[in-house]
């Protein structure tokens, strides 16, 4: 392993700080265990980024199947580490009283699993529509595709909130779609399809298949409590009639009150103005937040220009 050093992590230290305001009595096992392993693999990454992130031309074409468990664990920079796990620690907190520990940690591993094979896939077909063969170089890294899953499932188990996105009061029902769009407009840096994935995953459980096959390959293993839907909410930013779950007093004061979705604006806002408290190098450059390593190196000027210009083509 090779460890980081040479500066001061700003980004680890203010989610230490952040954990401990939240308590750690008060965060479910499976979730501080993920926050935990993903601390771990920042502090010691089982390779460089270059070597452990997904793509169509090292999963598939190479075999390096192995990438499918470590990129999701491993992170840009301390500042995609803090972005990352405190959206993990707040949907963690919602999701796991809900679905209990051994299910929920099931999911984690199922999505992040399938999470890199759906994004492989999306690249595939991009790489064969648009002739451009450079979408199968596209390596992506970070656990920002789970957590669009667990979005996914949030909303589901949660129905009737209104988010707020980039200023605009928009149905909880939709406000992943427009994330993912508003997310890629800000930081073109980012992982389009690697968050594109985790909605589509998001979906299979809840719309589709998986969750049914998850249950058939789990058998008696697992005590299955997934819940039904709650019937009688109210629309709001948190809190439902049907279900109370104990969340912490003092991490809501310490959010000032910010709903999930005005937490991750505020945070892809301030990811883009204060990078220069230290970002990992991918080629001794300075990258934009995210979980997307193109083969190129281009700036954001550029990738927009590109993706202009691959539009006029249609």
């Not at 990438?67 to 620690?89: E, F, G, K, Q, T």
């Not at 969340?247 to 809501?252: C, E, G, L």
């Not at 310490?254 to 892809?268: H, M």
């Not at 080629?283 to 190196?297: A, C, K, M």
Request: glycine share 8%; net charge positive; aromatic share 14%.
């Amino acid at each position: 392993m090779q460890r980081r050093h040479g500066r001061v992590n700003a980004g680890l230290l203010l989610l230490l700080y952040q954990i401990s305001q939240v308590g750690l009595q008060n965060i479910p096992s499976v979730t501080l265990g993920v926050l935990a392993l993903n601390i771990f693999f920042f502090l010691n990454p089982v390779r460089p980024l270059p070597e452990v992130c997904i793509s169509v031309n090292e999963g598939f074409h190479r075999k390096n199947w192995q990438r499918l468990l470590l990129s999701p664990v491993h992170h840009a920079d301390d500042w995609h580490l803090y972005y990352n796990m405190i959206s993990m620690l707040w949907k963690g907190m919602m999701l796991e009283k809900k679905l209990k520990s051994t299910w929920f940690a099931y999911i984690i591993v199922v999505f992040s699993v399938l999470i890199g094979v759906v994004y492989m896939t999306l690249e595939f077909m991009l790489t064969k529509i648009l002739d451009d063969p450079s979408y199968e170089m596209n390596c992506a890294v970070g656990f920002s595709g789970v957590l669009f899953a667990l979005k996914v499932l949030n909303n589901h188990y949660n129905p009737g909130r209104v988010s707020s996105v980039l200023g605009l009061r928009i149905s909880s029902k939709y406000a992943c779609w427009v994330e993912l769009v508003a997310i890629h407009l800000i930081s073109p840096g980012a992982s389009f399809a690697g968050h594109l994935s985790g909605i589509l995953v998001g979906l299979m459980y809840t719309k589709g298949p998986l969750k049914k096959i998850m249950e058939a390959c789990a058998g008696g293993i697992f005590s299955l409590s997934d819940p039904a839907r709650p019937r009688d909410y109210y629309s709001d930013y948190y809190g439902y009639s049907s279900y109370q779950y104990g969340t912490p007093r003092n991490y809501y004061d310490y959010t000032g009150g910010l709903t999930e979705e005005e937490q991750l604006e505020r945070a892809v806002l301030n990811s883009l103005t204060e990078r220069d408290f230290g970002g990992a190098t991918y080629n001794n450059e300075r990258r934009s937040y995210g979980v997307w390593f193109p083969p190129d190196q281009h700036s954001e000027e550029e990738m927009r220009r590109q993706r202009l210009r691959r539009f006029e083509r249609r």
